[in-house]
């Protein structure tokens, strides 16, 4: 396998819920060590997008991850084959310690004997989550349970890592926190796919960030567009 | 006094029942959002394995019991359930009341309509007499089985591996199986204790009846099922203490309501659940989220 095919790719990729279709055959590259934004009004496909990725809701269209098909996959299994989803809401699971979210996070490794050393990095990553580790995870800050959320994921020592708008509801402090976070975890040669809704603070983040409207992605942007008012306006209205 | 203590020991015991029957769909439902009225049938299952080995020994007897009970559950996952998941929790409590018919009807041509009868553990069917009180011996032994059950299932779900995913999938399954938890896993999982609560459950009646007829496990299913509701069926703690306060309130009120109105203490608990219904809707069956989709 060459460096080029490492992280994700996806080809012609469909979403239709009862036959209305809400991805209409995208394509998107997410190569390892960079981060990829995904930006788009509400409704245009963007979760559908992450979720059939995962195997949680039906598509058309060729995933591969660092060149291998995963075709016909559960979520489960996906997993297995190294991508990982931090859901849109964080869903921790809040009657479970910090720690146990994290515990949960490493069923889904494929090499348990690595499992202390992820623990390690994470911790390191996120050091609220070990000062927290016994508390509840409901008990948490919207902040802390997003940097919990994005742990659990990387229990699972992913090659390549979702977040579907990881800045939801979060203060600015714990949005950049959230976000230099997402910048190490880039730098440790994951490829990173991260859909938001505040384009300016994505296309500058991103290595490169597409644009989604109605299931088809329009435009395709570089971190120098984030200046750029004209692409700005027709990024945000199509 | 005594009479009082007597009932509360007994009501207690009835309590410790319906929480655990309760706990047997509770602990399935949070996980698949099926609220299996067939759990009656693996009641009866393991009553009638009781009856019908108990003269080879509890030894042999209990652990037969239990197995049986575990594989029905199993199987109806397997061959049932498992193709289903798509179906809403209301298609899937009808299919399982249509399973729970079939099951009856095949208990009827198996050891007919007749009830069969054996001592199990009919030493348990004494009363000892502590200080002057009167208590059942079964009363006794129902509430420390629960406790160690409940102890058990406790340590399980908080200290071992496949214990956490299994709550993980019960309170929120979607996210369990994006992180990674196989959903066939913890599906059979809970379907498997679900098994063993049934047994558990199947014991404690077997011996305070001594007789089983194909239709046996029905009513502790049908108060189950209202205590789980009640208690929130999608909480596992929620169902074992709606199942709880069902059983107590009917032994409590079968004990001390006068002679002629006790024949109705089912329609006095009835109002309960409806009261509790109209104050705590939340309590109800189906949650906000739908069902869970493969
Ligand atoms: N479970 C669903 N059932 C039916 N339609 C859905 C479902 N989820 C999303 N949709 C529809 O698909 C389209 C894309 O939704 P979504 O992927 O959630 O967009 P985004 O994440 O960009 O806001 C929307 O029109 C939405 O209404
Ligand atoms: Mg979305």
Same mark, same amino acid.
């Given at each position: 396998m060459s460096n080029a095919d490492k992280g994700l790719s996806v080809v012609d990729l469909t979403v239709a819920y009862n036959g209305v279709p809400a991805v209409r055959g995208i394509s998107l590259e997410v190569p390892a060590g960079q981060a990829i934004g995904l930006i788009g009004p509400n409704g245009a496909g963007k979760s559908s997008t992450l979720l059939s990725i995962m195997g949680a809701i039906p598509r058309g269209g060729t995933v591969l991850v660092d060149g291998i098909d995963i075709a016909g996959l559960p979520p489960e299994k996906v997993v297995r084959k190294g991508v990982s989803l931090v859901p849109e809401g964080r869903h921790v699971f809040a009657e479970l310690t910090v720690m146990d979210n994290l515990r949960l996070g490493a069923v889904g490794r494929r090499d348990k004997s690595g499992y202390a050393e992820a623990l390690e990095n994470v911790l390191a990553l996120f050091p609220i989550l070990s000062e927290f580790?016994?508390?509840? +995870?409901?008990?948490?800050s919207g902040g802390q349970q997003q940097q919990l959320a994005i742990g659990r994921s990387l229990m699972a020592d992913p090659d390549v890592l979702m977040l579907d708008e990881p800045s939801l509801g979060l203060s600015p402090t714990a949005v950049d926190a959230v976000f230099e976070a997402l910048d190490v975890i880039r730098g440790l040669g994951k490829a990173v796919l991260v859909v938001e809704q505040r384009a300016e603070f994505t296309i500058a983040f991103c290595d490169r960030t597409y644009v989604l409207h109605d299931g088809e992605i329009t435009l395709t942007l570089k971190p120098?567009? +984030?200046?750029n008012v004209d692409v700005l306006t027709q990024a945000y209205f199509g | 006094m005594s009479q009082l203590l007597q009932s509360l020991v007994d009501a207690l015991s009835a309590g410790a029942t319906l929480g655990l029957a309760a706990l047997a769909i509770g602990l399935v439902f949070g996980v698949i959002r099926l609220a299996n009225f067939a759990t009656g049938e693996i009641i009866t299952a393991g009553a009638y394995t009781l009856i019908f080995t108990w003269q080879l020994g509890w030894y042999i007897s209990i652990p037969f019991a239990i197995i049986v009970a575990v594989l029905l559950s199993l199987l109806m996952e397997l061959s049932v359930f498992s193709r289903m998941r798509a179906a809403t929790p209301a298609t899937l409590l009808i299919a399982s009341f249509g399973l729970s018919f079939l099951l009856q009807r095949v208990y009827e041509l198996a050891f007919t309509n007749n009830v069969q009868t054996a001592p199990v553990a009919s030493e348990l069917a004494q009363s000892i007499s502590i200080g002057g009180v009167r208590i059942q011996m079964l009363s006794v032994a129902t509430i420390l089985l629960a406790a160690l059950l409940l102890t058990g299932l406790q340590l399980f779900l908080t200290r071992t591996s496949l214990g956490l995913q299994l709550k993980a999938a019960a309170a929120d399954f979607k996210t369990a199986r994006l992180i990674g938890i196989p959903a066939s896993r913890v599906i059979g999982l809970s379907f498997a204790l679900s098994g063993i609560l049934a047994a558990a459950v199947a014991f404690v009646t077997t011996v305070q009846t001594g007789a089983v007829g194909p239709t046996f496990g029905v009513p502790i299913t049908i108060l189950a099922l209202v205590g789980a509701v009640i208690g929130g069926i999608d909480k596992i703690s929620g169902a074992l203490a709606g199942g709880f306060l069902v059983g107590f309130a009917t032994s409590m009120l079968a004990s001390w309501l006068p002679q002629d109105m006790s024949n109705f203490k089912d329609a006095y608990v009835f109002m309960l659940v409806i009261g509790v219904l109209l104050m705590r809707p939340q309590g109800l069956l189906i949650r906000g989220r739908g069902a869970v989709r493969t």
């Amino acid at each position: 396998m060459s460096n080029a095919d490492k992280g994700l790719s996806v080809v012609d990729l469909t979403v239709a819920y009862n036959g209305v279709p809400a991805v209409r055959g995208i394509s998107l590259e997410v190569p390892a060590g960079q981060a990829i934004g995904l930006i788009g009004p509400n409704g245009a496909g963007k979760s559908s997008t992450l979720l059939s990725i995962m195997g949680a809701i039906p598509r058309g269209g060729t995933v591969l991850v660092d060149g291998i098909d995963i075709a016909g996959l559960p979520p489960e299994k996906v997993v297995r084959k190294g991508v990982s989803l931090v859901p849109e809401g964080r869903h921790v699971f809040a009657e479970l310690t910090v720690m146990d979210n994290l515990r949960l996070g490493a069923v889904g490794r494929r090499d348990k004997s690595g499992y202390a050393e992820a623990l390690e990095n994470v911790l390191a990553l996120f050091p609220i989550l070990s000062e927290f580790s016994a508390r509840q +995870a409901g008990l948490l800050s919207g902040g802390q349970q997003q940097q919990l959320a994005i742990g659990r994921s990387l229990m699972a020592d992913p090659d390549v890592l979702m977040l579907d708008e990881p800045s939801l509801g979060l203060s600015p402090t714990a949005v950049d926190a959230v976000f230099e976070a997402l910048d190490v975890i880039r730098g440790l040669g994951k490829a990173v796919l991260v859909v938001e809704q505040r384009a300016e603070f994505t296309i500058a983040f991103c290595d490169r960030t597409y644009v989604l409207h109605d299931g088809e992605i329009t435009l395709t942007l570089k971190p120098e567009d +984030a200046n750029n008012v004209d692409v700005l306006t027709q990024a945000y209205f199509g | 006094m005594s009479q009082l203590l007597q009932s509360l020991v007994d009501a207690l015991s009835a309590g410790a029942t319906l929480g655990l029957a309760a706990l047997a769909i509770g602990l399935v439902f949070g996980v698949i959002r099926l609220a299996n009225f067939a759990t009656g049938e693996i009641i009866t299952a393991g009553a009638y394995t009781l009856i019908f080995t108990w003269q080879l020994g509890w030894y042999i007897s209990i652990p037969f019991a239990i197995i049986v009970a575990v594989l029905l559950s199993l199987l109806m996952e397997l061959s049932v359930f498992s193709r289903m998941r798509a179906a809403t929790p209301a298609t899937l409590l009808i299919a399982s009341f249509g399973l729970s018919f079939l099951l009856q009807r095949v208990y009827e041509l198996a050891f007919t309509n007749n009830v069969q009868t054996a001592p199990v553990a009919s030493e348990l069917a004494q009363s000892i007499s502590i200080g002057g009180v009167r208590i059942q011996m079964l009363s006794v032994a129902t509430i420390l089985l629960a406790a160690l059950l409940l102890t058990g299932l406790q340590l399980f779900l908080t200290r071992t591996s496949l214990g956490l995913q299994l709550k993980a999938a019960a309170a929120d399954f979607k996210t369990a199986r994006l992180i990674g938890i196989p959903a066939s896993r913890v599906i059979g999982l809970s379907f498997a204790l679900s098994g063993i609560l049934a047994a558990a459950v199947a014991f404690v009646t077997t011996v305070q009846t001594g007789a089983v007829g194909p239709t046996f496990g029905v009513p502790i299913t049908i108060l189950a099922l209202v205590g789980a509701v009640i208690g929130g069926i999608d909480k596992i703690s929620g169902a074992l203490a709606g199942g709880f306060l069902v059983g107590f309130a009917t032994s409590m009120l079968a004990s001390w309501l006068p002679q002629d109105m006790s024949n109705f203490k089912d329609a006095y608990v009835f109002m309960l659940v409806i009261g509790v219904l109209l104050m705590r809707p939340q309590g109800l069956l189906i949650r906000g989220r739908g069902a869970v989709r493969t």
